[in-house]
């Protein structure tokens, strides 16, 4: 969650323009509402106005990359059953 008191509320077009690559402020507004992987990136509304923080989009930009990471694909081992099988068709001919 945000904190007023000790983050600098930004539009979403002043943080854009930090983030690297520049990303459109329509991406940071489906990033908030959509969100990616189940994260959301937090957002304040005040007086009928959207304001996030460089600091939530640091915790947004951490989260996201924490489950990207852990859901990578990890080469499964096999089962030994399955190369006994293939053993045994190789030594079959097959």
Partial sequence: MIDL???KLLTFQEVAKQIPGNPHASTLHRWRQYGIRGIK???CLIGGKRFTSFEAVQRFAN???AIADETQ???TLREPQE???EIELKNLGY
Avoid: D, F, I, Y
């Fill in 41 to 43: 990136l937090e957002t």
């Fill in 83 to 85: 190369e006994e099988v």
């Fill in 73 to 75: 694909a990890v080469p």
């Fill in 63 to 65: 989260a996201t990359t």
């Fill in 5 to 7: 008191k000790t983050e």
